[in-house]
């Protein structure tokens, strides 16, 4: 995998400045191993070249010196774009890099209609897996994420609401999804969870509050929490309570969760009672104040946590937020708006950081209030503006 890096996002994004699932046979349940043994590499993670070409004056960097032709169809011209014509997407993660040619493949999951889809730029979506979802108010399928050792096993996680909890489910190539962790309670709202892996690769999994703000105060309840679990979905070893899954409390409706690169901060967003919130997540303790609050509500949903800025998609608004971060953790300025006009790809959902400048995200625009193109939803390639002049170092 190591002799993918460097390979992809110098074509991919370099363009951005000029252009049935077929699985190995895999063990059952019985041969896997606790998800604490894992390498934490969930696929490969593609870097950007060493400095992009320096925009023209009064172009903003990263901008295509060529304007890029409107989307016709389910024919999307702007090469940051990998698929097209989905519903409003609710997870996205890369897969697969093409050393050669530079081609993205990445799975994509509809929130609405429970499908998982594998899509690459010009191809159609190829539907892996259509779970039976009850989508009602924010539940449906709304979490995805990938195995640490995606290129070895092929696993793939995702979290489901379904006509009686929610839950975590496993998907094994060649296999029929399996339950990894049932039971989380299910109510009125407050339905949606999204996933990620921490450093230890430990499945992180935050849960809503099943409408029921005791619920998520309450220890004994998976409502309203952030957990940490094995592949198997028992406790993971090393929780602030042994033989408890239960990391950090206080959910209502979680639309992100993130992890840093050296797996020192992870955080949380979240749709508050009277504000859309940003949390720093700290083992074995309640969530308590928020690191940032929008009584404004842009809708908070997918993060990206960067060596220094906590990247946030917006669902309610177009583009992304970014919040300016010392090495500490804390904040050192207000939020920043990005993508937000013509360069942009309109309201985002997931978003995954690919390395310290790129992410990967899904848009949302076929919901409520959206503007949809034709191209509609997509999935994307993100670049920071500040990254077009190359790194920091």
């Not at 969930?42 to 990263?62: I, N, S, Y």
Request: proline share 10%.
């Amino acid at each position: 995998m190591s002799r993918l890096r460097g390979v992809v996002i110098g074509s991919a994004l370099g363009l951005l400045v000029a252009g049935c699932a077929s699985f190995p046979e895999q063990p059952g349940p019985a041969g896997w191993s606790a998800a604490q043994q894992l390498t934490p590499q969930a696929g490969p993670v593609p870097e950007l070249p060493g400095e992009l070409p320096k925009a023209p004056q009064g172009q903003e960097p990263g901008q295509s010196q060529t304007p890029v032709p409107p989307p016709q169809g389910c024919t999307d011209f702007n090469p940051a774009v990998v698929g097209t014509c989905l519903d409003p997407v609710s997870g996205v993660a890369l897969t697969d890099v093409n050393p050669s040619t530079g081609a993205v493949t990445a799975l994509a999951t509809e929130r609405s209609t429970g499908r998982l889809v594998r899509v690459a730029k010009d191809v159609d979506p190829v539907e892996l897996a259509r779970f039976d979802v009850d989508a009602a108010a924010d539940g449906g399928l709304t979490g995805l994420t990938l195995s640490p050792t995606y290129a070895e096993d092929q696993l793939v996680y995702v979290y489901v609401t379904t006509a009686t909890d929610n839950r975590v489910m496993r998907i094994a190539p060649g296999d029929v999804p399996k339950p990894v962790l049932t039971g989380i309670p299910k109510g009125p709202s407050g339905n949606r969870g999204v996933l990620a892996h921490d450093r230890s690769g430990a499945l992180l999994v935050a849960t809503g509050d099943a409408g029921s703000p005791a619920s998520a105060a309450d220890p004994a309840s998976l409502a309203g929490k952030v957990l940490r679990i094995d592949g198997s979905g028992q406790p993971a070893p090393g929780n602030p309570t042994a033989g408890s899954r239960v990391l950090a409390s206080g959910l209502r409706s979680p639309g992100g969760l993130c992890v840093s690169g050296d797996g020192s901060k992870t955080w949380v967003t979240d749709a508050g009672a009277s504000a859309d919130l940003l949390y720093r997540v700290e083992a074995g303790k309640a969530l308590g104040d928020a690191a940032w609050s929008w009584p404004e509500r842009p809708g908070v949903a997918g993060c990206a946590s960067m060596s220094d800025m906590v990247w946030v998609a917006t669902s309610a608004t177009p583009g992304t937020l970014s919040l300016p971060m010392n090495p500490d953790g804390s904040f050192t300025g207000k939020p920043e708006p990005m993508l937000g006009g013509e360069d942009g790809f309109g309201r985002l959902g997931p978003l995954v950081a690919l390395d310290d400048r790129t992410a990967l995200a899904g848009t949302v625009n076929k919901a409520a209030g959206g503007t949809p193109v034709s191209s509609d939803d997509r999935v994307v390639i993100i670049l920071r503006p500040d990254a077009a002049g190359g790194s920091k170092d």
